[in-house]
């Protein structure tokens, strides 16, 4: 994904983003940290193709967001399921939108509920599920698309700290096995070095980036990376840029 001189502008005329330069490499997993209301989540929404910026390029693998729309995925922080449809349901509805043939379609269903542990819950409503299970779904039916860019605009916001810790191991497997790209929106610090290549800070709006932090952390990652002192110095860095910036910085 390429983003050069990228503004984005709601109501009079008010800079969300203001001439932002970006560049996410193939198969990176990037982070987005940054107090509320600066543009992450707008962010996402251009490279979605959902939005328009109002200046600058913004590209997905060369194209206009518009027209990459089959290369992206996006999972969002509420899990958004159709309560009235099943768990594979819900996961092969966008397949369905894409029209896929119905061997192809049954199979990518059937993979992606295996990939996030709920095949023996395909039957289950939404109701039935737990809300970590809930946000699984939702990510199968993201993966079911089997994306080049993976979106994730702060999943695991809702939930309590051990299901989030759990469901931040598991998305790095899933990452293994499938190695699509990632930009990950948060508000946790922690969550943002834990899960990422890099990590990219942003000031209030419309300042745009103001840091842009290279990880470094061995690719696999578990408790004891949340022990470790390199970690630990991550976390503690980016919260400061953050305090310094904007009085805020949540671990």
Same mark, same amino acid.
């Given at each position: 994904m390429q983003a050069r001189g990228v503004e984005k502008h709601f109501g009079s005329g008010k800079s969300v983003i203001g001439r932002l330069d970006l560049g996410v490499r193939e198969g990176e997993f990037t982070a987005i940290v940054g107090p509320s209301g600066c543009g992450k989540s707008t962010l996402l929404r251009l490279v979605a193709g959902l939005e328009a910026p109002d200046a600058g390029t913004l590209s997905v693998d060369g194209l206009c967001p518009r027209d990459a729309t089959h290369e992206v995925a996006f999972v969002f922080q509420d899990p958004t399921l159709l309560p009235w449809l099943k768990a594979s349901e819900n996961v092969r509805l966008l397949l369905e939108l894409r029209g896929l043939p119905p061997a192809e379609l049954e199979q990518r269903t059937v993979q992606a509920l295996e990939l996030v542990r709920l095949a023996s819950h395909a039957h289950h409503y939404p109701r039935q599920l737990s809300g970590g299970q809930r946000m699984r779904v939702s990510l199968a039916r993201a993966l /079911?698309? &089997?994306?080049?860019?993976?979106?994730?605009? =702060?999943?695991? /916001?809702?939930?309590? =700290?051990?299901? *989030?810790?759990?469901?931040?191991? =598991?998305?790095? +497997?899933?990452? +293994?096995?499938? *190695?699509?790209?990632?930009?990950? @929106?948060?508000? &946790?610090? $922690? =969550? +943002?070095?834990?899960? &990422? %290549? *890099? @990590?990219? @800070?942003? #000031?209030? &709006?419309? $300042?745009?980036?103001? +840091?842009?932090?290279? @990880? #470094?952390?061995?690719? *696999?990652? %578990?408790? /004891?990376?949340?022990? $470790?002192a390199a970690y630990l110095d991550l976390v503690s860095k980016i919260s400061g840029l953050l305090r310094a910036q904007t009085g805020e910085g949540r671990p």
């Open positions: /079911a698309l &089997s994306p080049r860019l993976l979106l994730l605009d =702060e999943p695991f /916001a809702a939930l309590d =700290e051990l299901t *989030r810790e759990a469901l931040n191991e =598991e998305l790095l +497997a899933l990452r +293994a096995l499938q *190695r699509w790209t990632a930009l990950f @929106v948060t508000h &946790s610090v $922690s =969550e +943002a070095v834990f899960l &990422s %290549d *890099r @990590v990219l @800070v942003m #000031g209030p &709006s419309p $300042s745009g980036l103001i +840091a842009d932090i290279p @990880v #470094g952390l061995p690719a *696999r990652r %578990d408790e /004891a990376t949340r022990r $470790s």
